[in-house]
């Protein structure tokens, strides 16, 4: 009771496992990064993967052209997993991997790269993302049907739970709900209908008796987010550990307390991250750290902090080191790790847990009502729900009643000495793609072409016979199979999904859709419209492996909100795609949203396709992460305007379309 | 200039939809002489027709699939209703669509419904007469609210209700008065069991209440479907074809083709004019007259014709 009186701990707690989610251009390049990440302290590995790697795809895939080594590091083949992790003893490592359609075959090249290394598999520890529900909703790099791809995370949690049993197979995500909009009840809600779909799935299986049931749900983990608002932040972590305590234990008959805590990850958040007054990013992602940390009951067990400049594009390694130092002063130069928990008897912090945990309770009980998250992705449920909570904050930044400094107040600013120079970001050096593909091509020319087929088959095999694919995916790592070989086989069976994008089921409140930025927009519609004959038509298309769909969904909901005919077509489309629907469809302008980096290579592309085609009249405006120094050049290419997240003004942004449509086409 | 010319659909498409002063009559003058030209048999026009969520967009791209492989190709315009508020519009089918992404053979437009709501714009038909004249086969999908149903059977040959699974019982159908147009059922999402086969079975149940006469020798029949894994495909596309031999047998294919003209001819004068307009011509039984007179000329010609005529008697200085 002294101690408690004190507040003070006996002895200090353990901190939490220090990542930065980091991983680009090549394996050796990314391997090089993760060794000097970890002598200045980092405590784990965060691996990110690029778009064709996490859509099922080879480096010289025609889909994967300009995205390789791009947003993460490519891996192909066993060769490359070796490389990535050479000389990083993975029988003492912890990995996260963040990778969710092709999961099943990544842990199986990471397997296969650790017993090359002589490690028992066995003492392996890490976490593969997993997370399908949140693909379809947010993220977009799903490949298979729902079902299938439940089968696969669930292949994963019963091959685990005995070969790889310190693995996390899966880590819920509810990261991304909030990235795309997600409220903090429904953060919660939907990542646990998402944890339940799976352990529903598992507990279904005939190869997992009822007494392993709690060895599952021990291994399952989830991934949070932690926005600015961090006091509701904190509640909403304390919220979703009771919640999942509660829900163990009744659904899952889950006696052991120790099974039933919720251990989980946390990035903080990006989506509130400027592009404006960079800097200040600091301080938010300090402040986000704080409610993630602060309460001890509910702790993050892994942290990993975005840097300050993302917004602007590639973080360089001094812009993650910066991040990774946050971490340490919090865990090591304050005394934070030295208290129990320092809300316990909060009123203040009750009522606010309580209070989530009633609503959060409510709508999952509506999700379970319609048979759970996967039938909710199917009927577009919850995307709609998380579009239209995105929608209402982008209108309360653009009508100021969301503050954020140096955006919509405050944005006097001197000019920002951390900005000067060219180097200012990363840039992934255009030789990358080219030396992947070579050095892919020289692994498939030297590999024993009958193992391959024959690991193909085995896998073919498993897959069409219910079979738990596992063991034949880590025997097709080692036989020399490489991602596309592998995603093909299962494409081939299990078929390819469109989710739904949510846009066209969005409802506006009344009163919300108006203000004098809307209204001008909404008028300068109407009058080119009417110049043109009938209403103005743009299409807003996704091209290349991105799925971050956030902003052209918000952009193709405003379009309609101002009077346009909106054609959206979802992510994942080639620029012939995009051409065709843009002449198939008569429409009058064309939105292309980019945030994977690889603008360069397909909006020029596209425009030189659109020439092609005798649409080379029609104006193309582009929107994403998108560095000055690439804007010059897409400008250059007839880029008509380019949008960046700092033009945070999407009432304008419309009025400036309906403009670029009325003028008279520019000299070719 | 539609001598199957794929590629001058689109820009046909885009001046059909222009409402300047001027371009109407020019794009109505188009639409005459590809209709007056068009042989009454001409390619099949169906209706695809259900509520949100029933899986339309995906039983489309399977059937554009079964269609593809036997070489045939397609026209599709997609009807998505429009904001009331503000005009615009968010035309999102064509994901589900997959198929058609590279596919010459396939042509897909998406239309807003404009000020028609739950209904099909006067674009959709005159964006059916575009099609007609280039591909093998045209589809409409519009979403099931109310009354597009009979808004799309004036401009289709079948009109394919799609249903899904659990989506009521038949009371509810009865009053939404779905069993009484369509010529052909679907129960789509047919994987999903039991509830799929209750649906069907409230279906035939009402239709068997009588609500259709049987006259016309077509008994509406009721599919199960799956486009998620193929079920049902082949033989919706077979009766789909099979309907449209009995409208040709029968000769109901030029009576609905004429009801359809006349209806057709009737809304767009009174929605342009209103009912002091078409008050000029006699009303809606002096416009039918007219139409039937009148039995060789497009749907498209007439509209111009009776609209001048009734321009002209507005002109007159009042007795």
């Known amino acids: 009771m002294s101690d408690e009186v004190a507040g003070r701990e006996s002895k200090q707690d353990r901190p939490w496992v220090f990542r930065t989610y980091s991983g680009h251009t090549s394996a050796k390049a990314s391997n090089e990064l993760y060794r000097r990440n970890l002598t200045k302290g980092q405590t784990g590995l965060s691996v990110a993967f690029d778009l064709p790697t996490q859509t099922g795809y080879d480096s010289d895939h025609p889909l994967a052209r300009g995205e390789v080594g791009k947003v993460g590091v490519p891996i192909s083949h066993l060769e490359d997993m070796c490389a990535l992790f050479e000389g990083i003893p993975l029988e003492r490592m912890n990995t996260s991997m963040t990778i969710n359609a092709t999961a099943a075959w990544l842990l199986a090249l990471y397997v296969a790269a650790a017993e090359h290394q002589g490690a028992d598999a066995r003492l ?387 009163g919300e859709a108006s203000s004098a930025a809307t209204d001008r927009a909404r008028a300068q519609v109407r009058s080119v419209s009417a110049q043109l004959g009938r209403p103005l038509k743009i299409l807003v298309g996704k091209p290349g492996l991105d799925g971050h769909s956030n902003g052209a969904e918000q952009i193709a909901v405003k379009a309609r909100d101002v009077g346009m005919e909106v054609v959206y077509e979802g992510i994942r489309l080639t620029p012939a795609e995009i051409v065709q629907s843009a002449r198939d469809e008569g429409v009058h302008v064309i939105g292309l949203s980019i945030l994977s980096g690889s603008h360069g290579v397909l909006v020029i592309d596209v425009m030189e396709r659109l020439r092609k085609a005798g649409l080379g009249h029609v104006p193309v405006v582009v929107g994403g992460i998108i560095p000055e120094g690439d804007a010059e050049r897409l400008r250059a290419a007839g880029v008509r305007r380019v949008y960046t997240p700092k033009d945070f003004d999407l009432a304008r942004i419309m009025e400036e379309i309906a403009e670029l449509v009325a003028e008279p086409p520019a000299a070719a | 200039m539609l001598a199957r010319d794929r590629d001058a659909v689109p820009e046909a498409l885009n001046r059909i939809d222009d409402a300047r002063p001027g371009q109407r009559e020019k794009a109505l003058e188009l639409l005459g002489a590809l209709e007056g030209a068009a042989p009454l048999a001409g390619p099949p026009r169906v209706g695809l027709t259900g509520a949100p969520g029933a899986g339309k967009s995906s039983l489309l791209d399977a059937i554009v699939r079964t269609l593809r492989a036997s070489g045939e190709t397609l026209g599709i315009v997609a009807v998505d209703p429009s904001s009331r508020r503000t005009g615009g519009a968010l035309l999102g089918d064509r994901i589900r669509v997959r198929s058609s992404a590279s596919d010459p053979g396939v042509f897909f437009r998406s239309m807003a419904a404009r000020e028609r709501l739950g209904g099909v714009a006067d674009a959709t038909r005159a964006g059916v007469t575009v099609l007609a004249a280039a591909f093998d086969w045209v589809f409409v999908e519009t979403v099931g609210v109310g009354q597009s149903e009979t808004d799309v059977a004036t401009l289709v040959d079948t009109l394919v209700y799609v249903a899904q699974p659990g989506a009521g019982d038949l009371l509810q159908f009865m009053k939404a008065g779905i069993l009484e147009v369509p010529d052909i059922f679907v129960v789509n999402k047919a994987d999903l069991g039991a509830v799929a086969a209750r649906t069907a079975g409230e279906l035939e149940a009402g239709l068997g209440l009588g609500w259709r006469d049987g006259t016309a020798g077509w008994t509406p029949p009721v599919l199960l479907t799956s486009a998620r894994d193929g079920t049902g495909i082949s033989e919706l596309v077979l009766t789909i074809r099979a309907h449209r031999r009995h409208l040709e047998s029968s000769g109901s294919l030029e009576a609905r083709r004429a009801r359809s003209k006349e209806a057709f001819v009737e809304e767009t004068l009174e929605r342009r004019y209103g009912s002091y307009g078409t008050a000029q011509l006699g009303g809606p039984a002096g416009i039918a007259s007219r139409v039937r007179e009148a039995r060789d000329a497009s749907a498209f010609s007439l509209v111009l014709a009776l609209g001048r005529e009734i321009e002209d008697a507005l002109r007159k200085p009042l007795p």
């Open chain 1, 124 to 510: 392996l520890q890490g976490t593969t993302q997993n997370d399908i529900v949140k693909e379809y909703l947010s993220r977009g790099t799903y490949v298979f049907p729902p079902e299938p791809s439940l089968r696969l995370i669930s292949d994963m949690v019963a091959y685990t739970v005995d070969a790889i049993p310190r693995w996390n197979p899966i880590n819920v995500c509810s990261y991304h709900l909030q990235e795309a909009g997600a409220t903090p009840v429904q953060e919660i809600a939907y990542a646990m209908a998402t944890a339940i779909a799976v352990l529903d799935a598992v507990r279904a299986r005939r190869d997992v008796p009822k007494e392993k049931i709690p060895s599952v749900v021990s291994r399952i983990s989830f991934f949070l987010n932690a926005g600015i608002r961090f006091v509701e932040e904190m509640c909403k972590c304390c919220a979703m550990a009771e919640l999942w305590d509660e829900i163990t234990r009744e659904r899952y008959g889950v006696e052991d307390p120790k099974a039933r805590l919720f251990r989980y990850g946390v990035q903080v958040n990006s989506l509130g991250l400027t592009e404006a007054q960079p800097e200040n990013n600091v301080i938010r992602i300090v402040l986000e750290a704080l409610g993630v940390t602060l309460s001890k009951r509910a702790r993050c067990r892994a942290l990993q902090l975005p840097a300050w400049n993302e917004a602007l594009g590639l973080p360089r390694p001094f812009d993650q080191q910066w991040s990774l130092r946050i971490q340490q002063i919090l865990a090591y130069e304050t005394d934070l790790l030295e208290y129990a928990d320092l809300f316990d008897g909060s009123p203040v912090v009750a009522a606010k847990v309580a209070e989530l945990k009633e609503s959060a309770r409510a709508e999952l009980d509506k999700v379970l009502g319609m048979g759970g998250a996967i039938a909710a992705v199917e009927n577009a449920y919850m995307k709609q729900r998380l579009v239209e909570a995105h929608t209402a904050r982008v209108r309360a930044i653009e009508a100021g009643k969301l503050p954020i400094v140096g955006v919509n107040v405050y944005q006097e600013t001197e000019p920002s000495p951390l900005l000067a120079g060219s180097q200012s970001i990363l840039t992934v050096d255009e030789s990358a793609e080219r030396e992947q593909i070579e050095r892919l091509r020289a692994f498939r020319a030297k590999r024993n072409a009958k193992d391959v087929e024959v690991a193909l088959r085995n896998l073919r095999d498993a897959a069409a016979n219910r079979t738990n694919v596992m063991p034949a995916s880590i025997g097709a790592a080692h036989a020399g199979v490489t991602t596309g070989e592998w995603a093909d086989v299962l494409r081939a069976l299990f078929g390819e999904y469109r989710a739904p994008t949510g846009v066209t089921g969005v409802r506006v409140a009344a």
